[in-house]
């Protein structure tokens, strides 16, 4: 039983009847699909009883579908949304093929005309929460009852409250399973649906990437459930083909529909259940998995307590692995010298001898006298023209006055001439032969004097 603001559901057992007499009036072969006759049809019913396998899927349970091999079980999330939907069911008219539909209740409450295509054409209906919300892994048990409750309820308002075509399927969206969502879904008897294989239809692909990876998934494992979404434009596009590369390969549509009174579940062996090798292009390593683990037949060790631990002093000391004995100190034990790795002496014998210590005249670097400066020959040029136009008896003190009047002579020429200094004036350091010692006792006694002005030319 599940209800939520009064909403009763009933009993699933007795609304599978509406349900089993819809499928035998809608369910086809491939021989009787009027119109097409190259479908490749439903080729049989599986009958489930969810009380007995209440998780299937082998992307995270340890039990799946007990289907045969090459056979395949197609189921659709997410919807209904009426463009793309309706595409999907059209393509399944055509080929006379039966699927299981997980819808979410608001879509439904948003498209119930949708959600009564489904029905009318005969295809199985689960439920797929209310909000498709991608936490259940962190729900707890309250939480996810509501979700799932509200999904349900609204999936039944748009079929006009017919339970009898509401199967007690449910698949978690996102296949992010947790426990409260699982522990309340076997507690009202819903059989919980993961998947083997996908297509990565929710995905930006193209539609060719969909029925490629969806035949290319199948083949690894030979048979299975694959999950799609009818809301999806390249799932639309990609479903054509999905549906010919099975029939050419050989494979076969099987529908699912819960166990009722009046029809008990398809009997099986209970390793047809069991999870079969998966191979490693299956993707299962982005789900969270149900651990297969057999402990009843395990070999158990006794629990290891604090002795197996603790190190007894006598013990090292008879061993001999340690060498020197070791008292404790006020009851606490010292800690011995590890036995390993063992202290390895290392032996010179053979070791190459010791360089020589390197002088210390090694690091000096000779220096060399400073070699006289020669005068530019400019300068040698001028000082020869000199020579020859002056009397050699010029004495320094008489140069030394020459400079000083050429200094005066060209201050006043700097007057008259707006700062510019005569040619002659400039270089008349140079022109009368004076030597830079005696330039310099002039600047001391003149400070107009101004060095710089030697250096322009």
Known sequence: MIG????????????????????????????????????????????????????????????????????????????????????????????????????IGGQAAANPEGVRKLAAAGHTIGSHSQNHPLTFNKMSFDQAKREVDQGIASTLAALNGD??????????????????????????????????????????????????????????????????????ARTVAALPRILHELKVRGYQIVQVVPATAERPATPSEPQDWQLHPVMENVPIAHWPKVPDLDLASAVTQPDPTLVDFVARDEEFASSGAIGGERRPAHGVPIPHQAPWPPQIELSFKNSAPALPVPEASLFQIAEKANAPTKPLDLLAHRVAQTERGAPETTSSIGHASRATHATTTARTSRGRHGGRLPHQAAHVGFDKGVSGQEISAAAMENPSIKLASLKKR
């Open 163 to 232: 339970s009898s075509a509401l199967a007690p399927f449910f698949r978690v969206p996102g296949l992010l399973r947790g426990e409260g969502v699982e522990e309340y879904a076997a507690s009202q008897g819903l059989q919980v649906w993961s998947a083997d294989f996908l297509a990565d239809d929710w995905r930006h692909v193209s539609s060719t990437t969909v029925d490629q990876l969806a035949i290319k998934r199948l083949e690894a494992r030979g048979k299975g459930i694959l999950l799609l979404h009818d809301i999806q």
């Open 4 to 103: 939520k603001g009064g909403v009763r559901v009933g009993s699933w057992i007795t609304s599978g009847l509406g349900l089993l007499a819809c499928f035998a009036a809608h369910g086809a072969s491939a021989a009787e699909c009027p119109g097409h006759p190259d479908a490749i049809g439903t080729s049989r019913t599986l009958v489930v009883d969810p009380r007995e396998h209440p998780r299937i899927g082998a992307m995270q349970y340890p039990e799946t579908l007990p289907l045969r091999d090459h056979e395949v079980v197609l189921t659709f999330d997410d919807g209904p949304v009426p463009r793309n939907s309706n595409q999907v069911l059209q393509i399944l008219a055509d080929q006379c093929v039966k699927a299981t539909f997980f819808t």
